[in-house]
């Protein structure tokens, strides 16, 4: 049985909660529909152009680039990265905030999407109240505030996942939104979800880190590399999260492709001394 742990008091009133979580149910569940109405070529053009921008901007700019830094890059390729994640909302400052406070309370109390809450708070919870206040976000990402265009896109969040949509909508109506674009936000969300709540309840665990962090090969599949969580949790400030060959992680492929592009610099790998300490002896 889940072990249900006290929470933060919400910071949002119910009515917001309830109208994010209405609008999270009908964004996922447009292209479901579209799924079985039927869908056209163009459709599918279009998500294959922007679903790689989506998982790219979520797993490559909010969590390693913009929440622990694991590469440098230009100013101006920042915001790209930014832009990106805003197709599907997501917002570089509060992301990167919210997430530095998961690292920081890992599994207790104050863990902003920890499975002992239960699988709700975990999955979905977590996206309508995280229980952390725009200025406690804002404070834990004080590298990100000093930049104005990252200010703006935090407090206008919504408004590149809604220019999106519209000129979607003008190319493919209603379906080409539903598939080229929700569609794709609808597994990039799902994706981080079941990192979260799987890879700190099932899985092996190579490192004795101070949670129940865990590597799991078949969301590592499902999720592009993010899976290796508990080594991610070992070592957050590196670019790799598969540390092994056979560990595939294709978001760390993605960073290496920029860094042959001069798109990005410093790339941080995992040492010969992080690989080796806390490891936890095998069995038998």
Known sequence: MTR??????????VLAQTQTAILLFALQVTPVVYLFKGTNPTDWI???????LQFIGVGVGLHRYFAHRSF??????QFVLALMAASVFGDAVRFAGKHR??????????????????FWSCWYGSLLDNGYTDAELCAAAPDLTRYPELMWLHRHSRVPGLVLFAIVF???GVSGVAIGVLLGLTLVLNQSSMVNYFC???GRRRFDTRDRSTNNALIAALSFGEGW??????????????????????YYWVIWLFEKLGLAWDVRQPTQEMLDKALIPKSG
């Open 72 to 77: 440098k890059t230009s100013r101006w390729f």
């Open 170 to 172: 003008l190319i493919g």
């Open 229 to 250: 969580h508990n080594n991610h949790h070992h070592y957050p400030a590196t670019a790799r999260a598969g540390f092994c060959w056979w560990e595939i992680d294709m």
């Open 4 to 13: 249900v742990i006290a929470s933060r008091p919400p910071t949002l009133s």
């Open 46 to 52: 279009l998500f294959a152009v922007i679903y790689p």
């Open 101 to 118: 406070l998961h690292h920081r309370y890992v599994d207790s109390t104050n863990d902003t999407h920890t499975p002992l809450k239960g």
């Open 200 to 202: 700190h309840k099932y």
